[in-house]
């Protein structure tokens, strides 16, 4: 049974992403770290205590669909009331409209406690969540007044509407329609499919954010708006009303996150008989300008969905440690006990589970980091918030694509160490694994998250932002270097020479992306990502050690240094070396 790491996120979040510093400096009015770390406490005994014990039965018993209608599994009812009334929802939410607007950082690390937990829980709050970021820095005071109380609280549910079956990742496709009534509403027809929590039994309305075009649109995404349309419409005093013209039409069947409601949603089809048909909706921000509006809620969910993969690897490295001391099998030199050994004893099964621990500690690091980017953006003004925007947007497709990465990585690994039993469901590992595949996927593809990294956000701040990153990075290494500590072995060198591939594949990105070879800068982009991630989150673990001089964070530091790090070599050669080949092979490819 998953058991939340509080104390390893509390000084993750204090000490390798810049919490304290930032606590230390009034960033964040009277919040001290005794708040901080009663927050994190009841978050850890709530995702252990409460929302564990339903993983299994959410996975088992899924989200059913009968007459338009979802039920969610026996007990997920009641574990969300006990969620809102806990005020988890809000806990970064604005403060005018009812949340606590506490740090960025302590809602992710919130979030990754409920994923690791039950990931199938986990993504439904994360795209409330979303919607109030959207609402609250596009919507007019009337739809803010009307929804934003009632989705902080958690009383309502929100949603993201972008996909359609010819219109995935190019919404220029997206053929869902608006008309204006004229009375300052709009009538919404068309078909969105893979929407998460689109329909379920957990609130008493759901409040859809839908792209759609109007009659009058420019073609592709300049043409896109955004509505806002509920479930029920709103009475006169806030309460929901009669029933839109909204329905669900289907749930799909996957591969995991079973209990997390994966709808077609259908609008303007005629499902609320008394009425003209076309489900009512309200524009959000101006007309054609939706995908603005929808990229907040879509930046949000990216960070989110990274912390989904670090939630499944903490859990999955969980599962994986208890069961290799509990398994014996075999002899070990390092075992003195008598019988056979516990696995655990074996170096086969150390390397995996040192290499699931890293990876899931890096991951965390990046995303916390990403996060508190966002907090001192919030919190600043004119050139600091800039330069720490900046550092969040840089951060974003790193976080969601690294970590996402990680989560079904740690989480195969963890399959491997339970051996024959990790195939089998019983164990739980392989759901695990079943759950992280998603994450890579949705909420934007990791190819795209790393074509974003290089064409977007390596050109901010006049592409020198990414050099100051980093150059915080490499004051790191200097850092180990300056301990000259035999205990660190050659995690200076091994991040110095990381340090150094990253930037030598950021200077050939930007060159080809100068130069106009878009296709030769695409063409390393994955790889490119990944580099950056391995080197940055090498940092982020001397960071740590260097925190706290514990032989085990040091020792985790060195490992990953001296057996990951050398990846990064292999991911140059890639990069600055890669396309011609790769675009050699991939004629083969074209069947037309």
């Known amino acids: 049974m998953y058991r939340a790491p509080v104390e390893e996120i509390g000084f993750a979040l204090k000490h390798v992403a810049g919490l304290k510093a930032a606590l230390d400096a009034g960033r964040f009015g009277d919040l001290g770290e005794d708040l901080v770390d009663a927050i994190l406490s009841e978050a850890g005994r709530f995702a252990t ?16 669909l009968k007459d338009a209608a979802v039920t969610m599994p026996p007990g997920w009812k009641e574990l969300y009331r006990h969620w809102t009334e806990g005020g988890w929802n809000g806990l970064s939410a604005p403060e005018d409209f009812g949340g606590q607007g506490l740090p960025i950082m302590l809602g992710v690390a919130a979030l990754e406690m409920w994923n690791s937990a039950s990931m199938a829980f986990g993504i439904g709050p994360t795209l409330t969540m979303g919607a109030i970021e959207a609402l609250e820095k596009h919507a007019s005071e009337e739809l803010k007044a009307t929804y934003l109380e009632k989705l902080v609280s958690g009383e309502w549910t929100g949603t993201m509407n972008l996909t359609e079956p010819q219109a995935g990742s190019d919404l220029a496709a ?8 004229g009375d300052g509403t709009y009538r919404i027809f ?20 839908v792209l759609a075009r109007l009659p009058d649109a420019p073609a592709g995404t300049r043409g896109i708006s955004l509505f806002l349309v509920p479930k029920l419409l709103p009475n006169a005093d806030g309460t929901p009303g009669s029933r839109n013209d909204v329905f669900c039409s289907g749930i799909e069947e996957k591969l995991g996150i079973h209990a997390s409601p994966t709808c077609t949603m259908i609008y303007g089809d005629g499902f609320a008989k008394d009425r003209t048909p076309g489900a009512i909706g309200w524009l959000i921000g101006e007309e054609n300008k939706g995908l603005a509006c929808m990229f907040t809620m879509m930046n949000n969910a990216r960070l989110s969905v990274g912390m989904q993969g670090v939630a499944v690897a903490e859990a999955a490295f969980q599962k994986a440690l208890a069961y290799a001391n509990d398994r014996r099998q075999g002899k070990a030199s390092s075992y003195s006990g008598e019988g056979m050994a516990p696995i655990v004893h074996h170096p086969d099964v150390q390397r995996n589970l040192l290499t699931m621990k890293a990876l899931t500690q890096t991951a965390r690091a990046i995303a916390y980091a990403c996060a508190h980017a966002l907090d001192l953006a ?9 330069y720490w925007q900046d550092r969040a947007n840089l951060l974003t497709p790193v976080a969601k694509a690294f970590a996402t990465d990680v989560g079904v990585d740690v989480a195969s690994l963890g399959v491997q160490v339970h051996g024959g039993m990790g195939f089998i469901e019983e ?9 992280a595949r998603i994450a890579p996927i949705y909420e934007g593809t990791n190819g795209i998250q ?9 050109p901010l701040g006049n592409g020198d932002h990414v050099f100051d990153y980093i150059g915080e990075l490499d004051a790191v290494a200097n850092a180990v270097a300056a301990l000259n500590s035999e205990d660190y072995g050659r995690t200076a060198v091994c991040l110095e020479q990381a340090l150094d591939d990253l930037q030598q594949t950021t200077r050939f990105l930007r060159r080809q992306l100068e130069d106009g070879r878009t296709d030769d800068a695409l063409a390393g982009a994955t790889p490119y990502l990944r580099l950056f991630a391995l080197a940055a989150g090498g940092a982020y673990l001397a960071r740590a050690a260097l925190a706290e001089g514990e032989a085990a964070r040091i020792a985790l530091c060195r490992f990953f240094a001296e057996n990951m790090l050398g990846e990064t070599a292999a991911l140059r050669d890639r990069v600055t070396m890669g396309a011609a080949s790769l675009s050699d092979a991939a004629k083969a490819l074209f069947a037309v």
């Open 49 to 64: 205590e409460e929302v564990a014990p339903l993983y299994e039965i959410g996975d088992k018993v899924g989200a059913r």
């Open 174 to 181: 997206l053929r869902s329609r608006a008309e204006r009534v």
């Open 190 to 209: 068309g078909q969105k499919i893979f929407i998460t929590y689109g329909e379920h039994d957990l609130t008493d309305n759901i409040v859809h954010l």
């Open 378 to 386: 919030r919190a600043s003004e004119g050139d600091a918030k800039a």
């Open 427 to 435: 164990t739980g590992a392989a759901r695990l694994l079943r759950d």
């Open 450 to 458: 790393a074509i974003d990294l290089v064409t977007r956000k390596l």
